[in-house]
């Protein structure tokens, strides 16, 4: 039995509201609508993103990963677009969500805020409005583990924190899942692992992530932030596990930043044995539409 799954991150939705940098003032919203404003809306567009959305659509995966930054500078508007994007994308059973540090660019309510994601980010068996992290679900012999990294930062920092709680939630799940035989997948914003990221936008706690992972093991580990197609191993105690990033779902590429990629995995069990096949559909701007390229094998236990 194949199960399929689709990885994306780094929507950054355009544009910006009308008003939206200024409504509910923050100054750090200011900060992040001029950076928009003056740089970010010539690379990230809106039409490439709709176009990765329609690319996997056209693949039917049997699920959908989306590692954060939807949106911007966390304002209402962004959060009423963010959600028709998703509703237009696939419903919450087929699409999981966590959020990056521009889903909480700034200190919002949550129910003026993440809420609107809400649907996209329960576990299966989490029926409370406000969604619990890490949350659990399970797709045939896949489990999919959403761990939340994103919090409001200071001016000039886009890092991220796991903290014990749900650091100590994760080590149980991988733990009683690798016993069950599950494939374990855990999606998260920031790169999970340390110097992996710049200080200033990199996970604080990287390194007792690192730790839960080598002692209780993962299949695969999905994330974004750095805008760049990543493949780093982890030794684990249930063999390597490939942590894997993606470009920005909306970047045209602009000789900084790689052109919008999401990749297509392949899981199943053979011979006793878990193998995943990975195909990266990246952006051609000359057709204007997401081309396959070749299929690696990552080699798990």
């Known amino acids: 039995m194949i199960v399929t799954l689709a990885h994306l991150s780094d929507v950054h939705l355009g544009p910006l509201p009308r008003g939206s940098i200024f409504r509910d003032f923050k100054g750090k919203r200011i900060i992040g609508g001029l950076s928009w404003l003056l740089r970010r809306r010539g690379s990230h567009l809106r039409m490439i993103a709709d176009a990765a959305r329609a690319s996997i659509i056209a693949e039917a995966p049997d699920h959908i990963a989306l590692t954060g930054d939807l949106i911007n500078i966390a304002s209402r508007a962004e959060f009423e677009q963010g959600t028709k994007w998703l509703q237009e994308f696939a419903n919450p059973e087929r699409l999981s969500f966590v959020p990056g540090n521009h889903d909480t660019y700034v200190e919002v309510p949550f129910a ?58 994760l080590s149980h799940h991988l733990e009683t899942l690798g016993q069950q035989g599950f494939y374990r997948v855990v999606m998260i914003h920031h790169p999970p692992l340390p110097n992996l990221a710049v200080p200033r936008k990199a996970l604080n706690d990287a390194a007792a992530l ?54 297509l995995y392949r899981i199943r069990r053979h011979q006793g044995r878990w193998k995943t096949d990975m195909t990266t559909h990246s952006w051609n701007a000359a057709s204007k539409s997401f081309d396959a390229g070749t299929t690696i094998v990552l080699e798990l236990h």
């Open 210 to 263: 690192q730790d839960v992972l080598k002692s209780q093991g993962a299949e695969l580990v999905l994330h974004g932030h750095n805008h760049a197609t990543m493949l780093n191993w982890l030794d684990t105690t249930s063999g390597p596990c490939p942590c894997i990033g993606v470009p920005s779902a909306s970047m045209k590429g602009d000789g900084k930043h790689e052109a919008s990629a999401w990749n």
């Open 112 to 169: 003026e805020g993440l809420q609107h994601f809400a649907p996209w980010m329960k576990g299966d068996r989490f029926r409370a409005d406000e969604p619990v992290f890490p949350y659990l679900r399970l797709r045939r012999n896949v489990a999919l583990i959403g761990v939340n990294s994103g919090c409001a930062q200071s001016y000039r920092k886009a890092g991220g924190t796991v903290g014990q709680q749900q650091l100590q939630t």
